[in-house]
T-cell receptor, first 115, second 115 residues
Framework: DAGVIQSPRHEVTEMGQEVTLRCKPI?????LFWYRQTMMRGLELLIY????????DSGMPEDRFSAKMPNASFSTLKIQPSEPRDSAVYFC?????????????FGPGTRLTVL | AQSVAQPEDQVNVAEGNPLTVKCTYS??????LFWYVQYPNRGLQFLLK??????LVKGSYGFEAEFNKSQTSFHLKKPSALVSDSALYFC?????????????FGKGTHLIIQP
C-alpha cells in the first residue's frame, strides 16, 4: 500500500488567497483525521471523519476552515481566506474502524506558508 | 478530558547508552497509549501502543514502553541508543471506550543521540 497520500507537499500563498489541501487515506480505513502542527501549539486535531461523515470538528479554528470527504478515498481541507497565522504543517491520518485502539497512519504532511 | 505531558523538551543520550523518554497522561477511564516518531520533514510513524494486558510493550526499532497505571505514565525506552534514533517523539492517549476517536498528543520530545 502507498500509505496516506497528501498534496501538495509545500504550498506558499499570499494572505487572502484560498488554499486547498488534499488527502487520500489508506484503502479500507474508515477514519480520516486532519491535524495541524506548529511550534507553539504542537499537534492539534482539527476534524475527523468516520465513513465520510464529519464526526467532530471542534478543533477547526474558525469559519475560514472547512473540510469535506466526498468519498472514501478523498478528503480536502480548505482555508478561505488564508492568513499568515495559518502557516503550519497540516497532516492527514487514517485508521481502521475496529475499536479506538487502532493506531493512526500519517501522511507526509503539507507545509503551508501564508505570506 | 484527556491530556498528555512530556516533561522534557529535549533528551540527550550518548550512543550505546540506554534512553528514556518520559510521558504521563490523564484520562477519566482506562487509556489507550501510543508512541510515534517524527523524522525531519516527515509524517509521524507509529512505534508501539498499549491497549491492555502486559505492562511492557515492545515495538519497532527495538523500542519498548512500560505502562504504569499508579503513576499514570508510559515511558519510552531503549536499551542501547543509536544515532539514527535521533528524532522527535510523541506520546498520545485516547480514553478506552470514550466517545472521542481522535488522539491527544503531547508536545513532543527531541531525542538527540550523540556519537
Amino acid at each position: 500500500d502507498a500509505g496516506v497520500i497528501q498534496s501538495p507537499r509545500h504550498e506558499v500563498t499570499e494572505m487572502g488567497q484560498e488554499v486547498t489541501l488534499r488527502c487520500k487515506p489508506i484503502s479500507g480505513h474508515d477514519y480520516l483525521f486532519w491535524y495541524r502542527q506548529t511550534m507553539m501549539r504542537g499537534l492539534e486535531l482539527l476534524i475527523y471523519f468516520n465513513n465520510n461523515v464529519p464526526i467532530d470538528d471542534s478543533g477547526m479554528p474558525e469559519d475560514r476552515f472547512s473540510a469535506k470527504m466526498p468519498n472514501a478515498s478523498f478528503s480536502t481541507l480548505k482555508i478561505q481566506p488564508s492568513e499568515p497565522r495559518d502557516s503550519a504543517v497540516y497532516f492527514c491520518a487514517s485508521s481502521l474502524v475496529a475499536g479506538g485502539y487502532n493506531e493512526q497512519f500519517f501522511g507526509p504532511g503539507t507545509r503551508l506558508t501564508v505570506l | 478530558a484527556q491530556s498528555v505531558a512530556q516533561p522534557e523538551d529535549q533528551v540527550n543520550v550518548a550512543e550505546g547508552n540506554p534512553l528514556t523518554v518520559k510521558c504521563t497522561y490523564s484520562v477519566s477511564g482506562n487509556p489507550y497509549l501510543f508512541w510515534y516518531v517524527q523524522y525531519p520533514n516527515r509524517g509521524l510513524q507509529f512505534l508501539l501502543k498499549y491497549i491492555t494486558g502486559d505492562n511492557l510493550v515492545k515495538g519497532s526499532y527495538g523500542f519498548e514502553a512500560e505502562f504504569n497505571k499508579s503513576q499514570t505514565s508510559f515511558h519510552l525506552k531503549k536499551p542501547s541508543a543509536l544515532v539514527s534514533d535521533s528524532a522527535l517523539y510523541f506520546c498520545a492517549v485516547r480514553e478506552a471506550g470514550g466517545g472521542a476517536d481522535g488522539l491527544t498528543f503531547g508536545k513532543g520530545t527531541h531525542l538527540i543521540i550523540q556519537p
